[in-house]
C-alpha cells in the first residue's frame, strides 16, 4: 500500500526544538505536522522504505527549522494596526502573537475583549491570544471573573506613567492579584515606581535639564527593581501568578532570583532592545528610542543575557508598540518598532556573539511563552500533532538592517544599519507558506483566536 501523501515535506533541515538539535525530515499534511523523520540523506522515493511523495518539497539544506516565534507582548493599537502588525511578524519569524488589548477608563471588559478579537480574526495574518490591559481596575474588576470563558486568562496592570493616568495603585494592585490568583490566571506588571520616576521628571523639568540626557536617570534602575519586588512580594502574599514584563535592569535579578530560589509562582521576560541596546542609542536617535522602561547600560545587557542563561529569565518578547514621535523628546510618546528585528537580532548575539545557546534562545522565544500560556504543544513545538508553525532559517546570511527592509509603518528602527548574519527565509503558519524570500504570501482573514490558559502555574 502506497503510504499517504504529504502536502509539504521538508528535507534536510535541522530542527531546534524541544532543547535538542536532531537532523530529521517535516511531513506536514493539512495544518498540523503529521511526520518527523531521522533525515537519512541517501533515502528517496526509489529506497526500500520511501518517503511518501509530496506536493511540494522544501529543501532546507544548511538551514535551520525552528517552531514559529511566540510573541506574547504586543501591541497592535498603535501606527501598526492587527494587519501591519501580523506582517511585520511574520517576516521576522513570529507566527503567533499574544496582544495586549487595552480596556481604557469608561470601557468595559468583556465587550472590549469581544471586539478586538473579533477584529483579530479579520485583520491578522497571523494566530492571536490576548492579554487584558486594566487602567481602571477599580471600575474593571469586577468584570474581571468574566474574561476567563472568553479565552482571557491574563491581565496586565502598569505600577508607573501616573501622569498618563495609567497607573494602577498597590490597593488595587493587590484587589486585582486577590480576584485573578482565585481564578488561577496571570497578572503582568509594568514595574518601575510610578510616583518616584514622575517627581523626577518633573524635577528634571523645572531645572530646565534637557529631557533626552536625563531619561534613564528619570527612571533609574532601583526604581524598577523596587517595583519588580514589591509587585512579586503582594503576588506571593495574594497566592496570584505574576508576569514581570520587559525587564531591563541588573538590579532586577535579585528579587527575581529570590522568587525563583523559593519557589514562587514568578515570570520573567526581557526583550531584545534590552539584549543589545543602551542609552547611546537614545542619545543618538532621540525621541525614536524612547521606551519604557530606558534603554540603559551595556552592563544591564550582559545581565540580561546572564539572567536568560541561568533561567531567572525565561521568555523574550517584543513589546512592538510603534507611535508617532515628535523632535520634542519630553513631549513624544513612549513606544519602538520591534517585532521584525526579534529574532535575527537575538539570534546574532545569542549564537554568534556566544551568548546563549541556540536552544535556549529558542525556548525563550517560542516553547516557553507556549508553554506559560497554555498553548503547548499545539503551538511552540514540532511534534506529530503540533500545528505546522515554523520558521526556516538562513544562519549564514549576513544583512544589514534598514527601515527599507522593515514592514512596520513606524518609518524608523533602532537598529538602522546594523549588520547581523542569520535571516528568516520561510515562515509557515498552519501549513500554509506567509512569507517566502522576503515575499509576503499570506493574507489577512485566516487567523485562530486562541484561548489561554494559565491554571497549571497553579499546579505546585
Not at 536625563?214 to 527612571?219: N, S
Not at 506571593?236 to 501568578?241: G, I, L, Q, S, Y
Request: contains cysteine; charged residues 20%; glycine residues 6%.
Amino acid at each position: 500500500m502506497n503510504p499517504e501523501p504529504f502536502d509539504t515535506l521538508i528535507r534536510n533541515g535541522q530542527i531546534v526544538a524541544n532543547g535538542a538539535l536532531t537532523r530529521a525530515d517535516i511531513g506536514i499534511r493539512g495544518e498540523k505536522i503529521v511526520a518527523v523523520m531521522p533525515n537519512d540523506p541517501a533515502r528517496t522515493t526509489n529506497a526500500p522504505h520511501p518517503l511518501p511523495p509530496a506536493s511540494r518539497v522544501i529543501d532546507a539544506s544548511n538551514r535551520y527549522i525552528f517552531p514559529g516565534m511566540i510573541d506574547a507582548h504586543v501591541h497592535p493599537i498603535y501606527l501598526d494596526d492587527k494587519y501591519d502588525t501580523s506582517v511585520s511578524a511574520a517576516f521576522g519569524g513570529v507566527t503567533t502573537m499574544i496582544h495586549y488589548a487595552y480596556v481604557k477608563p469608561g470601557q468595559s471588559l468583556v465587550p472590549t475583549l469581544e471586539s478586538f478579537r473579533d477584529d483579530g480574526l479579520i485583520n491578522s495574518l497571523l494566530d492571536f491570544g490576548m492579554h487584558a490591559g486594566l487602567f481602571d481596575v477599580e471600575h474593571q474588576i469586577q468584570d474581571v471573573p468574566a474574561a476567563f470563558p472568553l479565552g482571557v486568562t491574563s491581565f496586565k496592570v502598569f505600577m508607573t506613567y501616573a501622569k498618563l493616568k495609567w497607573m494602577t495603585d498597590d490597593y488595587w494592585l493587590t484587589a486585582l492579584m486577590d480576584v485573578v490568583g482565585q481564578k488561577r490566571g496571570l497578572v503582568h506588571v509594568h514595574c518601575e515606581n510610578g510616583l518616584v520616576t514622575d517627581y523626577l521628571e518633573d524635577k528634571f523639568h523645572r531645572a530646565d535639564l534637557d529631557s533626552k540626557k536625563m531619561f534613564t536617570a528619570m527612571r533609574p534602575a532601583l526604581l524598577e527593581a523596587e517595583a519588580t519586588n514589591r509587585a512579586i512580594a503582594i503576588a506571593h502574599v495574594m497566592d496570584c501568578a505574576v508576569y514581570i514584563v520587559h525587564n531591563s535592569a541588573a538590579e532586577n535579578l535579585e528579587p527575581l532570583r529570590r522568587a525563583k530560589q523559593n519557589g514562587w509562582r514568578v515570570s520573567a521576560e526581557t526583550c531584545p532592545q534590552y539584549l543589545a541596546l543602551t542609552d547611546e542609542t537614545t542619545q543618538t536617535l532621540g525621541s525614536l528610542a524612547k521606551i519604557g522602561p530606558p534603554l540603559r547600560t551595556a552592563r544591564d545587557n550582559d545581565a540580561m543575557w546572564q539572567g536568560l542563561r541561568e533561567g531567572t529569565l525565561t521568555t523574550i518578547g517584543s513589546d512592538h508598540a510603534p507611535k508617532e514621535k515628535t523632535a520634542n523628546f519630553f513631549e513624544s510618546q513612549y513606544g519602538a518598532p520591534h517585532i521584525e528585528t526579534m529574532l535575527p537580532v537575538c539570534y546574532d548575539l545569542a549564537v554568534n556573539d556566544g551568548k546563549l545557546p541556540l536552544t535556549q534562545l529558542i525556548a525563550a522565544l517560542s516553547e516557553t511563552p507556549a508553554k506559560i500560556f497554555g498553548l503547548y504543544p499545539q503551538k511552540g513545538a514540532l511534534q506529530v500533532g503540533s500545528d505546522a508553525d515554523l520558521v526556516m532559517f538562513d544562519p549564514n546570511k549576513t544583512w544589514t538592517i534598514s527601515n527599507t527592509n522593515q514592514h512596520s509603518k513606524a518609518g524608523f528602527t533602532l537598529y538602522e544599519g546594523r549588520t547581523v548574519t542569520g535571516a528568516v527565509e520561510l515562515t509557515m503558519q498552519r501549513g500554509r507558506v506567509i512569507v517566502e524570500n522576503s515575499v509576503l504570501r499570506g493574507e489577512r482573514g485566516n487567523a485562530q483566536f486562541l484561548k489561554t490558559n494559565t491554571a497549571h502555574l497553579y499546579d505546585n
